[in-house]
């Protein structure tokens, strides 16, 4: 999954501040004995994107990243940060722009963070991500002969996501809702965000109105003081709107009237909430949620499975896409209904509910206790009668399984962005299944983890990227490995 909430940093945009800093600049300049300095311009012929979507270039064969710069294009850059093995520049003109290179058809796009790829092609995009992938297959998994595959791209890469959080702030006396701009705290009002579903969109909208009309503050990170600090509204089937307020107070004033107005303004709206959250940090969500109207949940859809979400709860912000990620899981689990599936880090149980569909038995591993009863509750709506949800860390509730008999032939694993550490993956290795399907949000902490299975008797045989979030640097993957036989 991609980075949280689309703080992406932009380093490069940091100028010099002042002469105290260029000369502690020069003085790294002479102590790396590097080929470039601050505040120089340099022409920077760019190979490929680094992770966060910024080109990764060189100048005498040192590196250098440009933001907003494209693979295979040449760019004049200055230099605003140096590093013992890498200097950070500024885009100050395309000199050979690259044929994939488009203008962006989101007009705060060079402000907002919450895209990355806006300037290139759908298609371009489908070619970078996978490159990314592939480079980290070769560099850090060192696996040069591994198949992967075109990444799985989106019907529709605009308005795929279900569910937005957007802080909200004041900027010359009005409210404003919107993204955060690259590496700051400062908000870029996104009225008609074009990658969120145009319900999300309506909500912030209503309630940007509601909060000005009514007088209801801005919370200040600055101060902690203020009432609204977040807006987040979930779609999901057949148009069910949820929106929950977020405040730093208790209390909710003049609450009624936000009511009645939210009701009037979004007809869709079948559950309004607020979440509490007074302490002063960056998390999004408190842990205490009331019901101002409607229903505690709205019901979302990924294949023929129906899912409670509620205002905490995880789902994949793209319906569609999750649905083409979880059929190729499935594809790549090759069962028949004979065989014993171990899902580990199974969350929700989306993916298991997925495996169940064909497997003997699924085992649902996972250490949010809060998780796994959504799972069993997700279970039982669904009528999966084959599908068991344990909770626990991996490392000790499997080899509990082992003892008690159970050999899986399958074990599909979905951690989180660092990968697995190595005891997980030599738990697995130790039950000896045919394969692993091994469900990534990171390629490089997969590349890593698949050079380890390598070691455990594991080769991966292929990787299909899937294209999750359109528009952003990120790119999900999924891997089939496959046991080495002996002899």
């Known amino acids: ?24 600049q020069q003085k790294q300049f002479k102590e790396f004995n590097v080929p470039v300095k601050a505040g120089a311009e340099y022409i920077v012929n760019i190979s490929s994107l680094g992770s966060s979507g910024e080109g990764v270039g060189r100048v005498s064969d040192f590196t250098v990243f440009v933001n907003g710069a494209l693979p295979g294009e040449e760019v004049k850059a ?69 198949t992967v595959l075109p990444v799985l791209g989106a019907e529709n ?29 400062k908000i870029i009002d996104a009225s008609n965000c074009l990658i969120q579903d145009e319900l999300n969109n309506d909500a912030i909208n209503a309630v940007k109105e509601i909060i000005d009309k009514l007088g209801i503050p801005a919370y200040n990170e600055d101060t902690h003081t203020g009432v609204m600090r977040h807006v987040v509204a979930r779609t999901g089937m057949k ?19 936000i009511i009645k107005m939210l009701r009037s303004r979004l007809p869709q709206m079948v559950s309004l909430q607020q ?36 205002a905490r709860s995880f789902f994949q912000v793209n319906t569609r896409q999750a649905e083409v990620f979880y059929d190729t899981a499935l594809e790549y689990a090759q069962l028949t209904g004979k065989e014993t599936v171990i899902d580990a880090y199974c969350g929700t149980g989306t993916i298991s509910l997925y495996l169940a569909q064909k497997a003997r038995k699924v085992y649902g591993v996972e250490i949010v206790s809060p998780a796994i009863k959504d799972a069993e509750k997700n279970a039982r709506e669904n009528n999966v009668r084959n599908a068991e949800f344990i909770v626990g860390d991996c490392t000790k509730v499997m080899p509990r399984l082992y003892k008690q008999g159970v050999r899986p032939d399958v074990v599909v694993v979905d951690p989180p962005r660092a990968g697995c550490t190595e005891a997980v993956l030599q738990t697995f290795a130790s039950m000896q299944p045919k394969r692993i399907v091994y469900v990534s949000c990171n390629p490089a902490t997969l590349a890593r983890d698949i050079e380890i299975m ?34």
């Open 1 to 24: 999954m991609p980075r949280k909430d689309f703080k992406n940093s932009k380093k490069n945009d940091r100028p010099v501040k002042s002469v105290k800093s260029a000369q502690k």
């Open 78 to 146: 200055k230099i605003t940060e140096v590093k013992k093995t890498y200097a950070i520049g500024k885009l100050m003109e395309v000199v050979k722009a690259s044929p994939e290179r488009i203008k962006p058809a989101c007009p705060i796009y060079a402000e907002c963070g919450g895209c990355q790829l806006q300037h290139i092609s759908y298609e371009g995009q489908m070619q970078v991500k996978r490159q990314q992938v592939k480079d980290a297959m070769e560099r850090i998994g060192h696996q040069k002969d591994l």
């Open 157 to 185: 890469p605009w308005h795929y996501r279900n569910k937005v959080a957007f802080p909200v702030g004041k900027e010359k006396g009005k409210t404003i809702i919107g993204c955060f701009a690259q590496g700051t705290h």
């Open 239 to 257: 148009g069910q709107l949820m929106v929950v307020l977020v405040t730093a107070t208790q209390e909710l004033k003049r609450k009624k009237e």
């Open 275 to 310: 979440n509490i959250q007074t302490y002063r940090n960056n998390v999004i969500l408190g842990r205490e949620t009331k019901l101002l109207w409607g229903r505690p949940t709205i019901k979302a859809k990924l294949g023929k499975f129906a899912f409670n979400v509620s």
């Open 454 to 487: 390598a070691k455990l008797g594991y080769k991966a045989k292929k990787v299909q990227p899937v294209d999750m979030f359109s528009h952003s640097s990120h790119v999900e993957s999924v891997a089939l490995i496959n046991r080495v036989e002996k002899g």
